[in-house]
């Protein structure tokens, strides 16, 4: 299928991890398919590095083109967390997976959530050392540098960064912020001794772990944050009520087949659900909390 062709070209261009790979980037995008009367192009925010989000959506997409064949839906991978931002907010995107950052956020520039990842236990920062770095207490952070994926990422760095904003850790101030492009870069900087902690969420860690056993052995889960409402699935407010409908019946439904559920399981969770833009009240005061008291963002 066309999604397995974009991801041997971005396996060809992808090499290593790290800040310079999501700089230098470029997805390539399945051309217009010609018979088709409608078209749709989905996003999906950079929670992974490209060649691996495309690998692992790709088939949600196949499965929304099967389940809805009047109509074509085209996957769109993003450079950056600012390039899929600046698609988001200008409405590129017809339907879109965004952190819930992103999601609150997207309201004010004509969206709404229709639908969400499920397993909300999941959506944590988790804050990675070394097994051998003698880092103990979060007094211990003091000085060192940290890794993130991007400033705007919800569970990957504000989490984390309020974390240990609480428990007396002036983030602007006493430590040193690495922001490298992916969740799976910010791992891999820990584990290579690039910086001394690396921030992600639970989701990449669990996925991490599953498939590279030994490397995730040298790393420890040090401290974990509460969490808030997982991934948002939000869709452009002039997009059709019953096409809306159509999606997030297939998406919802991708947990109760076999297939389907072997699909969402290799994303780390184990269901969709079904979201309105009240799911992310508490998101909402979370980020005003945030930007209050750690660092100023917008929202």
């Given at each position: ?8 070209v ?9 800040e310079?790979?999501e ?5 390539t995008?399945s ?10 192009i989905v996003?999906?925010?950079?929670l992974?590095?490209?060649k691996?989000l ?10 929304l ?10 996957l769109e991978a993003?450079r950056?967390y600012e390039?899929f931002e600046?698609k988001?907010?200008s409405?590129?995107?017809d339907?879109?997976m ?5 999601a609150?956020?997207?309201i004010k ?5 229709f ?11 988790i804050l990675?050392v070394?097994?051998?770095?003698g880092?103990?207490k979060?007094a211990?952070v003091?000085?060192k540098?940290?890794s993130?994926?991007?400033p ?17 850790i002036d983030v602007?101030r006493?430590v040193d912020?690495?922001?490298v492009?992916s969740p799976?870069?910010s ?7 690039h910086?001394?902690?690396?921030a992600?969420?639970?989701?990449p860690w669990?996925?991490?772990?599953r ?13 974990q944050?509460k ?7 939000v ?5 059709p009520?019953?096409r809306?409908q ?13 297939g389907?559920r072997?699909?969402v399981?290799n ?6 659900e079904f979201?309105s833009?009240?799911t ?6 979370y980020l005003k909390?945030?930007?209050?008291t750690v660092r100023?963002?917008?929202?």
């Open positions: 299928m066309k999604w397995r062709l974009v991801a041997l971005a396996a060809l261009l992808v090499a290593g991890c790290g310079q790979q700089e230098t980037y470029q997805p995008f051309a217009r398919v010609p018979y088709a009367p409608e078209e749709y996003g999906i925010y950079p992974h590095n490209p691996r495309i690998e692992l959506y790709g088939p949600i997409v196949d499965s083109n099967a389940g809805i064949p009047k109509v074509h839906f085209r993003s950056s390039d600046k988001l907010f409405g590129h995107f339907f879109a965004s952190n819930p950052y992103q609150v956020r997207s520039h004509g969206y709404h959530v639908a969400k990842m499920g397993n909300d236990e999941l959506y944590r920062g990675l070394r097994k051998d770095s880092i103990r979060v211990d003091k000085g540098k940290i993130y994926s991007a705007t990422a919800l569970a990957g760095t504000m989490m984390p960064q309020r974390y240990l904003q609480t428990h007396g602007k006493d912020n690495v922001y492009g799976e870069s791992i891999m900087n820990v584990l290579l001794g910086v001394s902690v690396g992600t969420w639970i989701v669990k996925l991490f772990v498939e590279n056993p030994e490397m995730a052995g040298q790393l420890e889960v040090r401290w944050t969490p808030l409402p997982n991934n948002a699935w869709v452009r407010d002039d997009i009520a019953m809306v159509e999606v997030a019946k297939v998406l919802v439904g991708l947990g109760k087949t076999a389907g072997g699909m399981e994303l780390g969770i184990f269901r969709f979201a833009n009240e992310y009240g508490p998101v909402q005061q909390v945030f930007s209050e100023h963002i917008e929202y």
